[in-house]
């Protein structure tokens, strides 16, 4: 396991080269040592989650510290929790106030890299695909400002009258197309955005260049056949269904900010809830 991980290690970072390279030559610098922090707890989550499949951390067990766990990969305490969020957006540890980090479920940690790419927390496609070692890339349909009309008001909660920057992207993993991704932005938030650095990282250019806190986001999980552009697009048949995710995200002072419609293919789609019951009075 020891070579494993190193040989995952090496590959983000040079992961993280293909960044840093794309962003010198699109003149948009990323925080290095956010992307430096964004790398390491990938990899924390990737060797706890061998350490749970491999049953070193049975079902009822608790994780180590994350005390403990900050001085095992030299790291932060907020990079561990990091961590810790993947694995519980998985399914696979519950955190209990006073006890610590609780394994609740093994049998989910042995989903290949093919469906496992998790939408369950509030994280970009480059982070999330980074997360199950994978090499994310994305190609603009189109690029374009729009006015928001009572319709699109209605679809995507801007009030009417608004600049609205509207793009689409088909999203591919490893070069294959997974998803379709339908954006609308409140352009007076995203001053900057054009078609060179909305291909990559959305959230990075809004938290890292713009200095924009992204809180919350309203989540609908549908299934809808795919219309003739989804079709060429992720070259898919007619027939089959995909999973569509619609978005409304928030900063930090509550303003709506983007509306998304993600539309993913069933076989990479994933998503897992824990649901916590709260007993009757």
């Known amino acids: 396991m020891a070579v494993n991980g190193s040989f995952a290690y090496l590959r983000f970072l040079y992961l993280l080269e293909i960044d840093y390279r794309a962003d010198l030559a699109h003149s948009y610098h990323l925080n290095k040592e956010s992307i430096l922090a964004r790398v390491l707890y990938s990899e924390i989550y990737r060797s706890l989650r061998e350490r749970i499949i491999e049953g070193k951390h049975p079902v009822g067990s608790l994780l180590?510290?994350?005390?403990?766990?900050?001085?095992?990969?030299?790291?932060s305490r907020m990079t561990v929790r990091k961590a810790i969020s993947l694995l519980a957006n998985e399914g696979l540890v519950q955190s209990i106030k006073g006890k610590g980090v609780l394994v609740i479920e093994t049998s989910l940690a042995g989903i290949s890299k093919e469906n496992a790419f998790t939408v369950s927390d509030l994280s970009s496609f480059s982070e999330s695909a980074?997360?199950?070692?994978?090499?994310?890339?994305?190609?603009?349909?189109?690029?374009?400002?729009?006015?928001?009309?009572?319709?699109?008001?209605?679809?995507?909660?801007?009030?009417?009258?608004?600049?609205?920057?509207?793009?689409?992207?088909?999203?591919?993993?490893?070069?294959?197309?997974?998803?379709?991704?339908?954006?609308?932005?409140?352009?007076?938030?995203?001053?900057?955005?054009?078609?060179?650095?909305?291909?990559?990282?959305?959230?990075?250019?809004?938290?890292?260049?713009?200095?924009?806190?992204?809180?919350?986001?309203?989540?609908?999980?549908?299934?809808?056949?795919?219309?003739?552009?989804?079709?060429?697009?992720?070259?898919?048949?007619?027939?089959?269904?995909?999973?569509?995710?619609?978005?409304?995200?928030?900063?930090?002072?509550?303003?709506?900010?983007?509306?998304?419609?993600?539309?993913?293919?069933?076989?990479?789609?994933h998503f897992h809830d824990t649901a916590t019951r709260t007993p009757l009075p």
């Open 130 to 269: 980074y997360a199950i070692g994978a090499i994310p890339t994305s190609k603009i349909v189109y690029f374009e400002h729009v006015s928001t009309n009572k319709c699109l008001a209605q679809l995507t909660g801007f009030p009417e009258g608004e600049d609205l920057t509207h793009l689409k992207l088909v999203r591919m993993l490893d070069d294959k197309p997974v998803a379709v991704d339908r954006h609308y932005f409140l352009t007076s938030s995203v001053p900057g955005l054009n078609e060179q650095n909305a291909t990559l990282s959305l959230f990075h250019y809004i938290e890292g260049e713009l200095g924009l806190t992204i809180a919350v986001s309203k989540r609908t999980i549908t299934l809808a056949q795919p219309d003739a552009e989804d079709c060429r697009l992720l070259s898919v048949d007619s027939s089959l269904y995909l999973a569509v995710v619609t978005s409304q995200t928030f900063d930090s002072t509550g303003t709506q900010f983007e509306y998304v419609e993600a539309r993913y293919i069933p076989s990479i789609f």
């Open 64 to 75: 180590p510290s994350e005390q403990n766990l900050s001085k095992e990969f030299s790291c």
